[in-house]
């Protein structure tokens, strides 16, 4: 165990975010790599737009994919763990109003008067003579009498910390050297509103100083808010933690990743059948890299090999394709029964939608596992991949039926031939090896291409073109569902030349 204390802060205004889960994993990782803690804490003071709903989804998003967290609210109710709670930002309010009021009194922060109006007026004017706006001042110097008269009249206030003149410099671990000078930070700024809402900047800082937070790992969108934390963690007499601010993540324009383009939700991928070892994965791998060819890792892969500082400055893309790719390969890893038991939810999912007629047992999934395994790039896929051995008929388009260098009288002929030839083998014989032996051996005999008929027989009995392994498949489907199959797509052919 080390004091490494790294947190996320997300704030329960939307479901999870990809981004949040990229920021939560590194941290995850980090604290994990370094035996360190890792720490969740909810922003929950925009109480207009927090929900329950969003809490628990963030919480479960992230319990999910397997990030535990050591300190902050659990999983599923209200109780936390950790010696520097509350671990939501509402349940903070007086540790913000006394750190304010240390503030205060040592005047590294005073109270503001200017109104929404004066504040408007001053933007404009700013506007108007082309200076960025920047809070001028005002009320910086005033002394008791003044401020008694303002308040005579009845003005509220807010409390603005003073912004020393000078140049904030830090290492960030990712980004390496960074300065900024205070006169572009807009001048000094509001921490607590005039109703007595505390500031995110203020609150952000609070926390991690009282929280003993070693470094700040998050997004680089964050980037140009860590020189009024920095001051803001010098005014609180707190050392200031070490920050690394991770790439962002960029649609496929390159633009910052946004649910207009991109899906966002780590719930929508989830419900689509991307797994957890999958999305960690790929989650890892968006900023980072191991270095080496190596690109399928596990969690604990992950956290053994991590470094913060080989983290990369430049934006990552997310890259839906990739992703389905690194799905399919984690799929391909599955334990098989642990694969039945995923793909059951998804099954059912498909029954719901009237996509299958029936949710087939575990053992029946289970069975046909290894035709389906390697074909999988998402869990959801399975209705596609499978979903004709759990419907009383599949929709069959005889049209398709007809291979391209057959006619519809060759393929009805094919289909009856096939269906004689499998009826005439009997239910005992009905397995891979004997089937492929027998159509390979009709095929020939009757002059086909094998690949012309076993394209017929393969639409003919799944609707589709492409399927698992025909005979693994015809097996699945079992003796009888597959004679009755061939009937009926040898019918459907046949009335394709009968007179309209
Ligand atoms: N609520 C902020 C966010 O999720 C926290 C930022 C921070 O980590 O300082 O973006
Ligand atoms: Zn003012």
Redesign the pocket.
């Known amino acids: 165990m080390t004091d490494v204390r790294v947190r ?4 329960p205004t939307g479901p999870l975010h990809i981004g ?1 889960a990229r920021t939560a994993l590194f941290n995850h990782l980090y604290a994990r790599h370094m035996g360190g803690t890792f720490i969740l804490r909810l ?1 929950d003071t925009d109480v207009a737009r927090s929900t329950e709903a969003f809490e628990r989804d963030i919480l479960d998003g992230l319990h999910g994919l397997g990030l535990e967290w050591d300190e902050g609210p659990g999983v599923a109710g209200r109780d936390e763990r950790g010696p520097y709670g509350p671990y939501r930002q509402m349940a903070r309010l007086p540790l913000y109003a006394a750190a304010a009021e240390r503030l205060l009194a040592a005047d590294l922060a005073y109270r503001c008067y200017c109104t929404p109006d004066d504040l408007e007026a001053e933007r404009k004017r700013q506007d108007a003579a082309g200076e960025p706006s920047r809070y001028p001042g005002t009320c910086a110097a005033l002394g008791p009498a003044e401020r008694a008269a303002l308040e005579a009249q009845g003005r509220s206030s807010a409390l603005r910390f003073r912004v020393t003149p000078g140049v904030v410099a830090f290492d960030d671990i990712v980004r390496g050297h960074v300065e900024i000078d205070t006169s572009a930070l807009g001048g000094d700024f509001v921490i607590v509103r005039a109703d007595g809402t505390p500031l ?1 900047h203020f609150t ?1 800082v609070v926390d991690d100083a009282e929280m003993a937070i070693t470094h ?1 790992i ?2 680089e969108d ?1 980037l140009s808010n860590t020189p009024k934390h920095i001051l803001l963690f010098r005014a609180l007499g707190h050392q200031v933690p070490a920050f690394a601010h991770l790439p962002l993540i960029l649609n496929p324009d390159r633009t910052k990743m946004s649910k207009r383009k991109s899906q966002t939700a780590v719930d929508d991928y989830v419900a689509q059948g991307f797994i957890r070892e999958a999305l960690v994965n790929y989650l890892a791998l968006l900023g980072w890299s191991t270095g080496t060819e190596e690109e399928i890792l596990a969690l604990d892969e992950i956290v053994a090999r991590f470094d913060l500082s080989a983290v990369n400055r430049a934006g990552a893309v997310f890259d839906r394709e990739r992703l389905e790719w690194m799905n399919g390969q984690w799929i391909r890893r599955l334990d098989p029964d642990d694969l039945a038991d995923r793909l059951l939810p998804f099954l059912d999912a498909d029954r719901i939608l009237g996509r299958i007629d029936r949710l087939p047992s575990h053992d029946e999934v289970r069975a046909i596992v290894p035709l389906v395994q390697e074909r999988l790039p998402t869990l959801g896929a399975i209705g596609d991949v499978a979903g004709f051995l759990f419907v009383a008929q599949p929709a069959v388009d005889p049209a398709l039926v007809v291979p391209k260098r057959w006619d519809t009288a060759t393929t009805a002929d094919g289909l009856e031939a096939a269906r004689a030839a499998i009826e005439a083998n009997g239910e005992v014989a009905f397995d891979a090896e004997g089937l492929e032996a027998t159509l390979r051996a009709l095929a020939e005999v009757r002059g086909w291409k094998a690949g012309d008929l076993f394209m017929a027989i393969r639409v003919a009995v799944t609707g589709r073109t492409a399927t698992p392994p025909l005979f693994e498949t015809l097996v699945a489907l079992g003796f009888g569902r597959t004679l009755a199959r061939l009937v009926r797509a040898r019918d459907l052919v046949r009335e394709l030349d009968a007179p309209a």
């Open positions: 996320i802060a997300p704030s949040t922003e995110y952000v700040v998050r997004g964050h």
